[in-house]
C-alpha cells in the first residue's frame, strides 16, 4: 500500500500539470572522475610491481594485496567509465540519463571484491598446514610503500563519499589499505619471530573485514537498482515533515527513489489549501526537501480539496460483471 500522509486520508487519481525540480549535476563531478582515472593508473602500475614484490619473497600477504591492487585499478576505472556515462545528457530513450551506470559500477566492484576474497581466503586456507619460506623483511618494505601509495589514493576519494559509486571505488582501496597493513605486520612478525603462520592469518583477517564493507555496499546498490527508498531516508518522515507545512493539508502517493550514485528522485501529490499561492509553496517544498533531505529532483502534483472531496470512485472496467 502506498502511504498517505496528512490530516485525512484521501485516495485518488488525479492528473494535473506536474510541477518538476531538475537540477545539474552535481559541480564536482568532473573532478571525481579525473580523481578516479589518475587513482587507477597508479594503482595498476603498482599492482604490477607489488606482484612482482610478493613472488620474489613469497609472501601470500603480499601477493593477495597485489591481487587486490589490480583489481581495485580495474575498479577504479569503472568508477571514471561510470561517471562518465553519468554525465551523459538526456536522450528520447533515456529520458533520465545514464545515472544508474555507477549504481552498476558499485554492483559489480561489490560482488568482485567478494569473489577475490573468497579466492585468497581458501588460498590462506590451504597456506596455514604448509611451512614456506617467506623474506619477512622486504616483504613489509614493499608493504609499507603500498600503504602510503593507498592512504593517498583515499585521501583523494574522501571528498567525493557521498556518490555511490566513488564509495565502491574507495571500498577496494580500502581493501588495498587492510592488504598492505596485513602485510607490513605479517613481515614485521617473521622477520622478529621468524612464525611464518602469520602470513595466512594476516590474509584471513583481511579477507573477513573485506567482505563486511562488500555486502554492506552490495545490499545499497541492489537496492537502489531496485528502486527503493534510499537506506539513509524514511518516507514517512519525509511525508511527515512535507506536510507540516501551513498550506499543505495532505501529502500522498509518495515515492522516493535513487537516479545515480549521489543523486535522490522524489515525486508526490500534494493537496493544497490555495492553488493560486502553488508557485510559493513549491519553492518552499523544494528548499525543504533539499535542505533537510539532501533531494534535488522533486516532482509534485498540487491537487485541490474541492476537487479531492468530490471526486467520484470510477469502478475498473477490467472487472468482470459479476
Request: include cysteine.
Amino acid at each position: 500500500m502506498i502511504p498517505h500522509f496528512g490530516r485525512r486520508l484521501q485516495v485518488t487519481l488525479l492528473l494535473r500539470t506536474m510541477a518538476h525540480s531538475h537540477p545539474p549535476l552535481a559541480p564536482d563531478q568532473d573532478h571525481a572522475d579525473s580523481v578516479l582515472w589518475r587513482a587507477a593508473a597508479i594503482t595498476l602500475a603498482f599492482a604490477a610491481l607489488e606482484a612482482l614484490g610478493g613472488w620474489w619473497t613469497g609472501s601470500l600477504a603480499l601477493l593477495s594485496d597485489a591481487g587486490h591492487m589490480l583489481t581495485d585499478g580495474a575498479a577504479l576505472a569503472l568508477g571514471a567509465l561510470a561517471g562518465w556515462m553519468a554525465r551523459r545528457p538526456p536522450s528520447r530513450h533515456h529520458s533520465y540519463g545514464f545515472g544508474r551506470a555507477e549504481i552498476f559500477a558499485a554492483v559489480i566492484n561489490a560482488g568482485t571484491m567478494l569473489a577475490i576474497g573468497a579466492a585468497i581466503a581458501y588460498e590462506a586456507a590451504t597456506r596455514l598446514g604448509q611451512a614456506r619460506e617467506i623474506q619477512g623483511g622486504m616483504a613489509a618494505a614493499i608493504a609499507l610503500a603500498g600503504l602510503a601509495l593507498n592512504l593517498g589514493i583515499m585521501k583523494w576519494l574522501a571528498p567525493h563519499k557521498h556518490d555511490m559509486n566513488a564509495r565502491a571505488a574507495a571500498l577496494h582501496v580500502l581493501g588495498d589499505t587492510l592488504g598492505s597493513v596485513g602485510a607490513l605486520v605479517s613481515g614485521i612478525v617473521i622477520v622478529l619471530t621468524g612464525w611464518t603462520p602469520i602470513d595466512a592469518i594476516a590474509s584471513l583477517f583481511i579477507c573477513a573485514l573485506i567482505a563486511v564493507s562488500s555486502l554492506r555496499l552490495l545490499r545499497e546498490s541492489v537496492h537502489a537498482l531496485m528502486e527503493g527508498v534510499p537506506l539513509r531516508l524514511s518516507a514517512e518522515s519525509v511525508g511527515m515533515e512535507m506536510a507540516k507545512h501551513k498550506a499543505i493539508r495532505s501529502v500522498h502517493d509518495l515515492h522516493i527513489w535513487t537516479l545515480s550514485g549521489s543523486r535522490v528522485a522524489l515525486s508526490a501529490h500534494v493537496v493544497v489549501r490555495d492553488l493560486s499561492r502553488w508557485d510559493r509553496t513549491l519553492r518552499e517544498l523544494q528548499l525543504l526537501l533539499r535542505e533537510r533531505f539532501g533531494i534535488e529532483h522533486v516532482t509534485l502534483q498540487p491537487e485541490s480539496p474541492a476537487a479531492i472531496e468530490a471526486r467520484v470512485a470510477v469502478p475498473d472496467p477490467r472487472r468482470r460483471k459479476a
